[in-house]
Every structure is written in C-alpha cells, then in structure tokens.
C-alpha cells in the first residue's frame, strides 16, 4: 500500500471513530434523564391533601407539580426526585414530612410521570423556578422565603442546588447528591473522562454550591455505589457555612430510609425554620 492510500486510510478510520464517537454521545446525553413514566394520583398513593396542579414554566412550556399547603407556620419543602422514579413514590418518600405538617411543592420533571415534553438541565431549573415564583399564588398565601425548604434526592440534588443559587430559601437538604453528573459518569464508565466530553447535561453543582448562603444538610451512604460518597464530600468542602454533612455507615443508594435519615432531616429543618410541635 502507498503512503498516499495509507494516510487516506488513517483518516478515514479517524473521521469514522469521530462521528461514532459523536453519535454515541449524542446517544448518552439524550439518555441522562431516565425517569419512571408511571401516571399516578397522590390518593393511588394514599396521601392525602395533596393536589395536583397545573403552571407555565419561563419557557411557555405547560408543567406540573404536587402541591400541599402547609400547617401553620411550618415549611414548604421544594421536592426533586432521583432518576428512574416516578412522582408517586417519590413523593411518598417525603410522607413523614407532610404528616408533621409540612408544605410541598414537588416538581414533575418533563417527560416523567406521564407528563409530556423533552426534559433538560436548561428546562428543568427554569421549570424549578417557575414553581418557586409561583408557589404563593399555587398555595393561596404568602410563603415567606426563610420558610421555603429544598430537598433534592441524588439526581434531583442538582436540581435543587440551581434553585438555591437562585432563589432565596431558609434550608437546602441534599440526599446522595454528586459534585457533577459528568464525575458520575466518570464513575460508572471506569475513568473515562467524561467531564472533557459531555458538553451539557453536566449539572455542575460543585460551581453553584458555594453561591448558597442557606444553611445546607448533605446525607450520604458509605456503601453508596451509584454516587459515591467521595463526590458528596467534595461538594460539602466548597459549600460555605452554616453546614452539615451526616454520613451513614451501613447505607446505600436505596437503603437511607432505614438508617434513620428522616429524623435527621426533621431536626434540620426544626433547628433552622423553629417549627413549634403545635404546627407539626
């Protein structure tokens, strides 16, 4: 073979790992927002008081969220569910919470739950803040911000890492939360450096976290092998004061439920919101 057909042959073969290279990421980005795609009611779930309601996100684009006014004074906690979860249990994860009389205001995530349109990063904090600029008006009352709490479970911790660099809220919960989606990749792709690759999609948490100034409780399992705990603890450092990170020995991904994570949660949120036991 000559040293012309041979360069023609290596950059043919380059061109070709190119686009194959192309089309596999394009293929991997628009497969980061895998979620449950099971319609539910809040009574298929038995909790009750809770409505669902309909709203326009900055985009014109119709969303919905699960929406409970609060008792009293207590706070409304913004919920962001994990990936491959429907609303439903989702929501339902929260149940002690609204049993002590706290608000919600979870946000079905586009094309999740039954409920049409291609999710994105971009979409999904516009669809986050517009449910946070609503939610007076969504609730029928005035919510000041000290008493508007966001929880973000795993996937749903960058969403609400975005609204709290944001919007202005009294405590951010974030449970199994990753410094950016891109190092989770990295994780499960064995170093492949897929934070030089994914051009969007990253949600870049650890560049958003030190612009919160409310006080911030992370959780994390030891065993957890979808998102190490290394990636949590690495956000917690650039987080600023006041913060917490509590660290569970035996837990998992799955598993936190059990180790007793919600009555951590529920001190977070009565020592910073002052939520008297006859709200609760």
């Not at 684009?61 to 006014?69: E, L, M, T, V």
């Not at 207590?74 to 339902?92: H, N, Q, T, Y």
């Not at 890492?161 to 990295?186: I, M, N, Q």
Request: proline share 4%.
């Amino acid at each position: 073979m000559s040293i012309r057909n041979s360069l023609i042959l290596i950059g043919a073969t380059i061109g070709l790992a190119i686009i194959v290279g192309y089309i596999a990421l394009q293929f991997l980005l628009g497969h980061v927002h895998h979620f449950g795609n099971t319609a539910g009611s809040p009574e298929k779930f038995d909790l009750t008081g809770i409505e669902v309601v309909d709203l326009v996100s900055e985009d014109g684009a119709k969303i919905k969220a699960w929406i409970k006014p609060p008792s009293g004074d207590a706070p409304v906690i913004f919920g962001f569910m994990g990936s491959g979860s429907s609303i439903g249990p989702s929501v339902l994860s929260l149940k002690s919470y609204l049993d002590q009389g706290f608000g919600l205001a979870a946000l079905v995530y586009r094309g999740s739950s039954g409920v049409g349109g291609e999710p994105s990063e971009v979409a999904i904090a516009a669809d986050a803040r517009a449910l946070y600029d609503r939610l007076n008006s969504l609730m029928g009352r005035q919510i000041p911000a000290k008493q508007r709490f966001t929880y973000g479970y795993s996937f749903g911790s960058g969403v609400a890492v975005t609204l709290a660099a944001e919007r202005e809220l009294g405590g951010v919960v974030l449970v199994a939360a990753y410094s950016r989606l891109c190092d989770v990749f990295t994780a499960y792709y064995r170093g492949i450096p897929m934070c030089m690759i994914m051009y969007r999609e990253r949600y870049d948490s650890i560049q958003r976290i030190a612009k919160i100034d409310a006080p911030l409780l992370m959780l994390h399992g030891e065993l957890d092998e979808a998102v190490d705990i290394s990636l949590g603890k690495l956000m917690f450092e650039t987080a600023v004061q006041p913060k917490q990170f509590i660290s569970y020995k035996n837990g998992t991904h799955l598993n936190l439920q059990s180790m007793g994570i919600e009555d951590d949660i529920l001190s977070f949120f009565n020592s910073v919101a002052g939520v008297a036991n006859s709200n609760r």
